[in-house]
């Protein structure tokens, strides 16, 4: 196990994870940790436990058994107030979008900082919320509802509600499903840029590309169990070739220009 | 058979203890709502629209035919006894103390109470309130106590409406019958009304706002993840919802007169 991973309070910790739907097992005996300032993917099919992971991770999902730390602090056992700092301290993005369908685009993408940043003024928070949008690429109107915008375009609009009140730990359930390749390319940057500002990254994902050009550190997880989880290197080489074809592929494409943990060259810096 | 009766014993048990924690949740939540939810504003305004402002025309076209009615029978009726003198005393006693809050949360129940555990509903499937908890809003305190709050509001509200109505309602049938002076009609019914009748009438909608506004957000949450449950949980808050009432309506009576 490289330094990397003994190293620090991870930013979120994973451990003894079971969780279930009805009587369906869908997580058993997770262990896992996801550091700072890094980059985590979690590689999975459907069906393999990969959003029930996120959102466990996330504290939305709350586990049969298990716990899951925050900076070393249990999340469930958070106050109201450690809640709220968790979750100023976060973002989210579904990968269903799950957009409020009872109000516009606007009031979606600025309802973090009305509950984050409530100084702002609502002119700002507006001007704010623009602003990220353009950059996603989203050019429809700000008073439409969800029910009017195509999928893609609403998986624009949840990252930039994800990502609006600048969180250091953003998790992100398959962020570029839905998307044309377009869109796909503006959410790579946006991710891109959130990794050299240092931001805490933790993603599920169900292809390869995400895990080739921004994982620092590379999991796969098979029938609710996380099948290996190390550097990226140490996953992509380590895994045994008939766990996933997400991994065969990666090996395939051969190393990365830009090695991401230990890539001491890397500008980032912790928010 | 007896250990099937005992798990289906222990989960209705359970299932009533989550639904009281549920309860005691949301006052708690409500007792904080004015001091720190200013985003939940707009939630009460648009439920109190609802609730109460929308549900003005139906609650006054039944209160008045209620009130016609029952000035219609006891006008026919009353005298064979030879106490028409009771007219006002039944009228107040029927519409203020039973019927005004007791229709009153048959309409709540039926759109609002459908209404909420639908939309809650739907919210649940649609992951929405999974996206409310991960920009840090609670739902109870941003989806339930606003509605809580507006339900109650409104139940009373419209309970006083639907009394003013019922009453203008008799009115009406009076003057067609045998026309009195309107100051003549009032004084009648203010010299028979007393504070009991008010306060009876307004503890009844009180309870019933609660009830309705607990019972069809709890039922709301209860959906799980498929879509086939959102009806289910209508129907279910509307069932309850009434059975609750009626259960309540007999205990706050039976509180009054005991």
Redesign the interface.
Do not use: Q, T, Y
């Given at each position: 196990m490289p330094d990397e991973i003994k190293s620090p309070v991870p930013a979120i910790e994973l451990t003894g994870i079971r969780a279930s739907?009805g009587t369906f097992e869908i997580l058993s005996g997770v262990d896992v940790a996801f550091h700072e300032g890094r980059t985590s993917v979690v590689l999975g099919t459907a069906g393999s436990g990969k959003s029930t992971l996120i959102?466990t991770a996330?504290?939305?999902i709350v586990p049969d058994e298990g716990r899951v730390r925050f900076r070393g602090q249990d999340i469930f056992g958070f106050n109201r107030n450690e809640?709220?700092a968790f979750?100023?301290a976060?973002?989210?993005v579904?990968q269903?979008a799950?957009?409020?369908?009872?109000t516009t685009i606007l009031n979606n993408v600025f309802?973090?900082l009305?509950?984050?940043k409530?100084w702002m003024g609502p002119s700002e928070m507006a001007e704010t919320a623009r602003v990220l949008l353009s950059r996603l690429g989203y050019d429809e109107g700000m008073a439409l509802r969800p029910a009017d915008l195509s999928t893609g375009e609403q998986k624009l609009v949840s990252i930039a509600?994800?990502i609006i009140h600048e969180p250091a730990v953003v998790f992100m359930d398959d962020p570029v499903s839905n998307l044309d390749e377009e869109a796909a390319d503006r959410v790579y940057a946006i991710i891109d840029e959130l990794r050299t500002q240092g931001r805490t990254l933790i993603i599920g994902a169900n292809n390869s590309e995400l895990a080739y050009r921004f994982a620092d550190y590379l999991g796969v997880i098979k029938s609710g169990r996380i099948a290996i989880f190390g550097t990226y290197d140490q996953t992509v080489a380590g895994a045994e070739e008939a766990l996933s074809a997400s991994i065969s592929r990666l090996r395939a494409r051969g190393g990365r220009k830009s090695a991401a943990v230990g890539n001491e060259t890397s500008q980032r810096s912790k928010p | 058979m007896i250990a099937a009766l005992g798990r289906a014993a222990r989960v209705k048990t359970s299932n009533l203890m989550y639904g009281f924690g549920f309860f005691f949740e949301v006052l708690r939540e409500t007792l904080h709502f004015f001091r720190r939810s200013q985003v939940g504003y707009k939630v009460l305004i648009n439920q109190i629209l609802f609730t109460g402002y929308e549900a003005l025309a139906i609650n006054a076209i039944m209160a008045v035919s209620i009130g016609a009615a029952i000035n219609v029978i006891g006008s026919s009726l009353l005298p064979q006894f030879g106490q028409s003198q009771l007219m006002y005393t039944i009228l107040i006693i029927v519409i203020t103390r039973e019927l005004g809050p007791l229709l009153t949360a048959f309409v709540i129940t039926a759109r609002s109470g459908t209404a909420i555990a639908t939309e809650l509903g739907t919210m649940v499937v649609n992951h929405e309130i999974e996206a409310y908890l991960a920009v840090g809003l609670k739902p109870i305190s941003y989806l339930v106590v606003p509605r809580f709050i507006g339900v109650v509001v409104s139940m009373i509200v419209l309970t006083i409406y639907f009394n003013m109505f019922g009453l203008l309602g008799s009115f009406i049938v009076v003057q067609l019958v045998k026309p009195i002076p309107i100051n003549e009609y009032l004084s009648n019914l203010l010299s028979i009304l007393t504070v009991g009748d008010v306060l009876s009438g307004m503890a009844k909608a009180l309870v019933f706002g609660i009830v309705v506004s607990v019972v069809a957000t709890f039922q709301g949450f209860s959906v799980n993840r498929s879509s086939t449950e959102i009806p289910v949980a209508g129907i279910r808050a509307v069932g309850q919802s009434f059975i609750l009432i009626i259960v309540a309506d007999v205990l706050v009576t039976l509180m009054q007169y005991a």
């Open positions: 739907s959102k996330a504290g939305l809640e709220i979750r100023a976060s973002g989210f579904f269903d799950a957009l409020w369908a009872n309802m973090p009305r509950v984050h409530p509600r994800a | -």
